[in-house]
């Protein structure tokens, strides 16, 4: 197997996870938790929404966890803005890299209901997207597609359909003078299996060498880090996750979203393939007790649970 | 990929998971979580275990779980014994399908704190075991090894070893004129990893390829699944999972640690590979949620929350 030498994992869970926890999270718990994350050297963290507190009223403290938060040499610090408004309050806090994303959606019933707009629609914004992204100088690095794998509207995905958008897309870009360098591919809800995760990203990666791939997937049946690690088989090396596994609906009912695959189970599983990820892991288990504090329940991650296989190598002085 | 058309999935939770769980478990529900999981069509269950009450309280109630259950019509109900005594108390209720199993362990000291014998008093006890087997007409249908991939009094197993042991093992029961179809590769308590499973099913494959594996897996640290695929990539088509994510072992170092692959997440990741089970996968995620019930407690897998794909493929008409 030819894995890559190292990976790059960002750390969601203060954003995703803390969107769809049914829990009201105070602010200084927020701010703590990632400031324990920033403890255990990721490269990127994901802090926080800055979208209106109409329509994500878990998001509506971002400036205060923004002010809060202590920035760690050698972490990214990103979060998530929909428009004009959410980037200019991102760049007034002075605390954030923000990351330029350009964003389409394979399913046209998610579009419309997670967006408000058509595929078609998205397409027509997209000039004006990136033309916001340069007058606020946000550097363009990544095309999102999201539900690239299916979604509880539609079903499976079409690969010839998301190939089509995505070059759509990247002409579109390129038309505009600029050429992201990564395609992150959403498995927004969880419809990724094993076979779709290497159908899509071998042909992702025969149509765009050069492009890299981020695979942002939800374990939502379970098949998450099996999916993450046909991403490896091939050579991906980004990968989006969240601590514990941060974000699944504590309360059985599927509403629409699923938690992330847990990052310490993930950077686990690449230390075990040998693979670096700069993370230090038993300082993430102890956030990860944490964060179930702060949850007040426990969150499906296993390793927290079941040690590092590497704590009990050590025991054994090998 | 090619993978088996059809795999063989052993649901084991009602023996290897009642067995750890901390909760004692009325006899009344282990019966009915026995017969919930005939409904599902497995075709083989592991039942209970005939040991002694002394050293696992938990199966002091074998009899009357044997006498309690229905047998259904296609399934092969299966139990644990360790010796004559258990033999005859398992065939005297008149309800199982005994399988003649002859066991090594890969590691000197978890053979020791777990059957009280080194590894060559194992193979010293293997005549008699066989004897004892054919005396009682027990079909002798596998060779198990225990802690195949690692444990944790010793670590990671070398695959040089276990390979060395499998050929005594089966040199043994050749000598006395049986020959094992099976070979069970127990991650006992949850050492293995994609790679280990990749290297050891080669090697066994390779080296016996008239044989079948079985693998035993656990998702002590989230890597079940994965290792359940990459054996599934190679065309093993025997697993042993447990309803729910039920159980562990618990002579394994460790307690609180996560228990066998999830029997419906195993299940759905097989029919979403286009793999034939044979289980009635919707119902059995009903009988996950009344084990959840018998337990008292939620169960770490995870398709009986994000329910199966292919039930929102029926809405669509697809």
Not at 114 to 140: A, K, Q
Not at 153 to 175: F, M, P, Q, T, W
Not at 189 to 216: C, F, M, T, Y
Request: charged letters at 25%; hydrophobic letters at 35%; proline letters at 4%.
């Amino acid at each position: 197997m030819a894995f890559p030498k190292k990976v790059k994992i960002r750390e969601v869970g203060p954003r995703e996870g803390m969107q769809i926890e049914k829990a009201s999270i105070a602010t200084e718990d927020k701010i703590r938790l990632v400031d324990l994350l920033s403890e255990c050297n990721f490269p990127v963290i994901e802090v926080t929404s800055f979208v209106s507190p109409k329509w994500v009223p878990e998001m509506a403290d971002a400036e205060l966890v923004a002010a809060g938060f202590k920035r760690h040499p050698g972490t990214e610090y990103q979060c998530v803005y929909l428009n004009s408004k959410g980037i200019e309050r991102a760049q007034a806090t002075g605390k954030f890299d923000l990351e330029g994303v350009i964003s389409i959606t394979a399913s046209e019933t998610f579009s419309r209901k997670n967006t408000n707009r058509s595929i078609e629609e998205t397409f027509e914004e997209m000039d004006r997207r990136i033309s916001v992204l340069e007058h606020y100088n946000v550097p363009i690095s990544t095309l999102t597609v999201m539900t690239a794998f299916g979604c509880n509207y539609e079903g499976d995905s079409d690969l010839k359909h998301v190939v089509k958008l995505i070059d759509r897309a990247i002409k579109k870009a390129n038309d505009n003078g600029i050429d992201p360098e990564y395609i992150l591919l959403g498995d927004t809800v969880g419809w990724a299996n094993p076979v779709s995760v290497e159908n899509l990203v071998g042909q992702v990666q025969d149509r765009w060498p050069n492009k890299k791939i981020n695979l942002h997937l939800h374990d939502t049946r379970g098949m998450g880090l099996v999916n993450a690690f046909v991403g490896l088989k091939m050579g991906v090396d980004y990968f989006d996750t969240s601590v514990g596994g941060l974000g699944g609906c504590p309360f059985g009912g599927f509403k629409g979203a699923a938690g992330n695959i847990a990052t310490e189970d993930m950077v686990h599983m690449c230390h075990e393939l040998g693979i670096e990820t700069g993370i230090d892991l038993e300082r993430l288990l102890e956030v990860t007790r944490e964060a179930e504090k702060i949850l007040g329940r426990e969150l499906p991650g296993k390793v927290s649970k079941g040690k590092t296989l590497s704590s009990y190598r050590r025991n054994f002085n090998i």
